[in-house]
């Protein structure tokens, strides 16, 4: 489980093809400093078995299903990717609860820079629309982000000064794709209700 507070902006250094997977090598020297063997790591909102660790790089393996349902499979060695570790369960939850289980893949539609902050609009599925509210919460590559305007098959998001800093939503332009992963209480909610009718 994550909180979508990224922590840092890592970097993929290889890709290794392995038939119709890969194994990617991360750096990440914050997010490794106490990274074993097993421990997850959140790399663009994706949950990555850590499989190995040595001087602040980290490789993790990819399957097929997480390469066609994210956007992982775009990567590049130089790619900046968004990093974060599992909260604990004496952390404060300063974004919301993210699983690291991507339901969807959407593209930068748009950049509205403002004095300080972007308005950024991002395409969205459809059969994801019905999970997002105005001033609702939506992870965008691993980033918690409260939405400003919900749609049928996109959605706004304001980027304050730290986001565009410190994660990938700084630099992605339009067209570039992005992982989402909808509120779990949205979902959780919708199963509960429908199963009483």
Same mark, same amino acid.
């Given at each position: 489980?994550?909180?979508?507070?990224?922590?840092?902006?890592?970097?993929?250094?290889?890709?290794?093809?392995?038939?119709?997977?890969?194994?990617?090598?991360?750096? &990440?020297?914050?997010?490794?400093?106490?990274?074993? #063997? &097993?421990?997850?790591?959140?790399?663009?909102?994706?949950?990555?078995?850590?499989?190995?660790?040595?001087? /602040?790089?980290?490789?993790?393996?990819?399957?097929?299903?997480?390469?066609?349902?994210?956007?992982?499979?775009?990567?590049?060695?130089?790619?900046?990717?968004?990093?974060?570790?599992?909260?604990?369960?004496?952390?404060?939850?300063?974004? #919301?609860? +993210?699983? &690291? #289980?991507?339901?969807?893949?959407?593209?930068?539609?748009?950049?509205?820079? /403002?004095?300080?902050?972007?308005? +950024?609009?991002?395409?969205?599925?459809?059969?994801?629309?019905?999970?997002?509210?105005? @001033?609702?919460?939506?992870?965008?590559? /691993?980033?918690?982000?409260?939405?400003?305007?919900?749609?049928?098959?996109?959605?706004?998001?304001?980027?304050?000064?730290?986001?565009?800093?410190?994660?990938?939503? &700084? #630099? @992605?332009?339009?067209?570039?794709?992005?992982?989402?992963?909808?509120?779990?209480?949205?979902?959780?909610?919708?199963?509960?209700?429908?199963?009483?009718?």
């Amino acid at each position: 489980m994550f909180t979508g507070i990224v922590e840092e902006l890592g970097e993929i250094v290889a890709i290794e093809i392995r038939g119709d997977s890969v194994t990617l090598a991360i750096r &990440g020297p914050l997010v490794t400093e106490d990274a074993v #063997h &097993g421990a997850s790591i959140a790399v663009n909102g994706v949950c990555l078995t850590v499989v190995d660790v040595q001087n /602040g790089v980290f490789s993790a393996d990819v399957i097929k299903e997480t390469l066609d349902k994210s956007s992982l499979g775009a990567l590049e060695p130089g790619s900046k990717v968004n990093l974060e570790r599992p909260v604990r369960l004496s952390d404060r939850l300063g974004g #919301h609860l +993210v699983q &690291g #289980h991507v339901d969807g893949v959407g593209a930068i539609l748009s950049r509205e820079p /403002g004095e300080r902050w972007d308005v +950024v609009t991002v395409s969205l599925p459809a059969d994801l629309s019905r999970y997002l509210v105005n @001033k609702g919460s939506i992870t965008v590559d /691993g980033i918690s982000l409260t939405v400003v305007e919900a749609g049928a098959d996109r959605f706004s998001v304001a980027l304050i000064p730290t986001t565009l800093a410190l994660t990938t939503l &700084g #630099h @992605k332009k339009p067209g570039d794709p992005v992982n989402l992963e909808v509120d779990v209480v949205a979902k959780y909610v919708e199963r509960m209700l429908g199963d009483r009718s």
